[in-house]
């Protein structure tokens, strides 16, 4: 690859199925799936195994409409300690390589390969990884091999279980443009009708787009331009490497019970949103990359986040990014347990001026800086915890 970068994404096959196989030789070869079992089998699938997904079975799906698809299922409670102790012995290999190193989730990463390029070739390296997981552990993975971290995340998912592909940016014309717009990475079930109503069907569609204008109008301006460079096969954000340098400020909330009011969600995650920005301009940091995490109750979890252009602390920014990222992510029916937002990639956040367009208005512009100037000057005169702010909620008429 002649590219600048060389980077990896490792997806774990279907890890939760895969780990109990490794702790049970007998499941191999069986059709098994990691879900809650009850007398109705009322749980819902949260990983099958690829014998299991031969029958059509697939994650979130009930376990009695599995049952009914293989009578043969084999039914293993999920254990979550179990998970999270392979999941280490992942990662603490993938370190042995290389400090430049993304967690995705508990079962994927990113690798900044590039380093190694003049000891060993990006292939042999995948291969020795792959084998390596698989022979100690017995974990399968797929490796996506690419320039930057998009097409390393669209390579891993074409050949599953156990592929390794290359994705060079001069193919994606016959590669990424003609697969249909939803399974292209960052374009979830809001944003995918908004496509199509568009006429965009394809990745290929959305490269060659040539109203960029109404592409902006319809998914805002820094979707629409993520989106489009990454069709096009551009993709420049960095590895969010964890280091005691690499600071990030986050926040979440666990509920008490399942949630499934969307809007319920929103309103905790603006108050979540207040305290990041707040939190922010104490530390005299704006944030270049804002992230929402999603955890539901069948212990799925993502984390999902948008590189910024120009780097932010403002509440108002931070909960617009994440309320598209949660609306793109979230299905009416979904149970969520915890919601939170992280703010990565910190910069410290010079006294500058904001730069306005002919499209803000100044009437809502002033109104802001006034709030800005009030809430310093009370915090300044009474303490920082004398007012933070909050949200309002909507009462209906007859309440």
């Known amino acids: 690859m002649n590219s600048s970068r060389i980077i990896f994404h490792i997806d774990m096959n ?6 109990e196989m490794a702790i049970d030789q007998s499941l191999v070869g069986k059709p098994i799936a990691v879900a809650n079992a009850d007398s109705l089998y009322r749980g819902i699938i949260l990983s099958p195994n690829y014998e299991a997904r031969k029958y059509g ?8 409409e599995a049952l009914l698809k293989c009578k043969d299922l084999i039914i293993v409670e999920p254990k979550m300690d179990l998970y999270k102790e392979y999941s280490q012995k992942f990662f603490n290999y993938l370190y042995s390589i290389t ?10 990463a990113y690798m900044d390969v590039t380093d190694k390029f003049k000891e060993i ?10 084998n390596k997981l698989l022979k100690d552990y017995k974990l399968p993975c797929s490796i996506g091999i690419a320039p930057n971290k998009f097409l390393a995340k669209m390579a891993s998912d074409f050949k599953k279980p156990l592929g390794i592909t290359v994705l060079r940016k001069r193919e994606i014309d016959k590669i990424l443009w003609p697969l249909p717009i939803g399974e292209m990475y960052g374009v979830g079930k809001k944003t995918k009708p908004k496509l199509e109503a568009l006429g965009i069907k394809t990745i290929g569609d959305l490269a060659n787009f040539k109203d960029f204008a109404l592409l902006k109008q319809t998914l805002g301006e820094a979707n629409a331009k993520v989106l489009f460079e990454h069709a096009n096969g551009n993709d420049d954000s960095e590895l969010e490497i964890e280091s005691e340098d690499a600071k990030s400020i986050s926040n979440s909330h666990t509920f ?12 905790t995650l603006k108050v979540i949103a207040n305290t990041i920005g707040f939190r922010l301009k104490s530390e005299n940091k704006k944030a270049q990359t804002i992230g929402l995490i999603l955890k539901y109750a069948n212990f799925k979890q ?15 920014e931070i909960y617009g990014i ?4 949660f609306e793109d992510n979230f299905t009416l029916g979904d149970e969520v347990r915890l919601v939170g937002i992280f703010a990565n990639r910190l910069v410290d956040a010079i006294e500058d001026v904001k730069q306005y367009t002919i499209f803000d208005d100044p009437d809502v512009i002033d109104k802001e800086a006034g709030i800005q100037k009030l809430l310093k000057n009370l915090k300044n005169e ?14 209906k008429k007859d309440e």
């Open 256 to 267: 008490e019970v399942n949630v499934i009011d969307p809007n319920y969600i929103k309103q």
């Open 322 to 325: 994440v309320e598209e990222i």
């Open 99 to 108: 400090p430049k190193i993304e967690k995705a989730s508990i079962d994927e």
């Open 382 to 395: 009474f303490g920082e915890n004398i007012i933070n702010l909050g949200f309002y909620k909507y009462k």
């Open 57 to 64: 079975i697939k994650t979130t799906m009930l376990v009695k």
């Open 14 to 19: 279907a890890f939760f199925a895969s780990v």
């Open 302 to 316: 993502i984390n999902r986040s948008r590189s910024l252009d120009i780097p932010t602390n403002s509440e108002k």
């Open 121 to 130: 070739h990006p292939l042999n390296l995948a291969t020795i990884i792959q």
